[in-house]
């Protein structure tokens, strides 16, 4: 009889942690923010998940950057207050060190329609359009265009926008990005007082020129080809140059929608398409061990009905011990999700609501600074 029962409470104690949230978990916050936290594993190995499910005819989302500038790190929680957000969740992978580039986003980034960074490996993003009556998201691989164009229509190869210049690189730094454009003095750079512009001074051997509020500046680093940098030391090239960079979608039927997106943030990788598993981990060259040892984890989802979900998994702790990725994408289609991707995790996984973090953020000192968030508003009403 005695065994009997041992076998029995540990049964049920298994059942409880896997237990699935119904409507009924859901607490409303706001019309339109309903939050739940859950407990799913084992006793010798729970997961603590944190779920925000939101309507999108009643609330708006936004990617916001850290300092509200291209690079830059700070908490998701001072953000989303800084912004007067009732919600948050970290969002795109970055640039962590103790450099001044820190926060420099590791793929697109997108704000307000300007691109702010460029895309990496054609990495899954998350694309955001705030329409009159409702918002709207799509999930899709997305690569981006930096051109560099001159009066007599010779087009550049441009490495990268608003990051730090290597000395093969040609960098695109516009006014998002700093006061300066922070390089070294091992190059030349191209300085537009205006984007399109008429006039520029070129710098050579000069770093860190200032970034013109409404120009932009080019700047080459020395081992870039030293023919092209020597035509517009002459003069021949540049006496009327435009800028520009746009995200779009590798996927033909998201086109359109990526086109017209407001907001566009990185991940890696994708995990649910058209209502099916799909983690494209190694298309978009992300590591084995990333994808199948267990971490904290954030992600999003759309559902079957309509509503957005912004999912926290805490882990590295006896209390929680975090996901791999296909348990994560398993959780995700368990709870509707029809499309879903990943954003960075570890540390930096945070939920923000209601004027305090949710979660319980992995590393030693708390709350990790990161790049950029997710912030959820409610939508003004008419």
């Given at each position: ?46 997961i ?13 989302l ?20 800084r ?26 980034l ?19 359009i ?28 441009i490495?990268g ?39 520029k ?22 081992d870039y ?117 990943n ?16 979660n ?14 997710i ?8």
């Amino acid at each position: 009889m005695k065994k009997i029962f041992v076998f029995i409470s540990v049964h049920l104690w298994t059942i409880f942690l896997f237990v699935s949230v119904s409507a009924q978990d859901f607490k409303m916050i706001q019309d339109g923010i309903e939050y739940a936290e859950m407990i799913r594993g084992t006793k010798d190995a729970p997961i603590r998940v944190n779920l925000l499910r939101l309507d999108l005819t009643k609330v708006r989302l936004d990617v916001v950057h850290a300092t509200d500038s291209a690079i830059g790190v700070e908490k998701t929680s001072s953000i989303a207050t800084r912004h007067g957000a009732i919600a948050a969740i970290n969002a795109g992978f970055f640039r962590l060190d103790s450099s001044i580039f820190a926060g420099d986003a590791a793929g697109v980034l997108q704000i307000d329609g300007k691109v702010l960074s460029e895309s990496q490996n054609d990495r899954i993003a998350i694309g955001i359009i705030n329409g009159k009556d409702k918002t709207e998201v799509d999930f899709a691989h997305v690569e981006t265009d930096i051109w560099f164009i001159t009066f007599t229509d010779r087009y550049f190869d441009i490495s990268g926008i608003n990051r730090e210049r290597k000395e093969e690189d040609a960098i695109l730094y516009t006014p998002e990005f700093h006061r300066t454009t922070l390089t070294n003095t091992d190059g030349t750079e191209l300085v537009y007082e205006c984007a399109p512009c008429r006039k520029k001074t070129i710098y050579e051997n000069k770093g860190s020129n200032v970034i013109a509020p409404n120009g932009f500046v080019v700047s080459f680093g020395k081992d870039y080809d030293k023919g092209i940098v020597g035509l517009f030391k002459k003069q021949h090239l540049g006496a009327w140059a435009s800028v520009g960079a746009a995200a779009h979608s590798i996927e033909k039927e998201k086109q359109m929608f990526f086109s017209k997106a407001e907001d566009i943030t990185n991940g890696v990788p994708q995990l649910i398409k058209n209502g099916k598993i799909e983690i494209t981990w190694e298309q978009e060259k992300a590591a084995k061990a990333f994808v199948e040892n267990k971490h904290p984890r954030t992600a999003v989802a759309k559902l079957k009905d309509g509503k957005f979900l912004m999912v926290t998994v805490d882990g590295r702790s006896l209390k929680s011990v975090g996901m791999n990725l296909q348990e994560l994408a398993e959780f995700l289609l368990e709870l509707g999700a029809v499309e879903a991707m990943n954003l960075d995790g570890g540390g930096s996984t945070t939920m923000f609501l209601d004027g305090k973090v949710v979660n319980k953020p992995s590393d030693k000192e708390g709350e990790r600074r990161v790049s950029d968030a997710i912030l959820v508003t409610l939508r003004r009403k008419r």
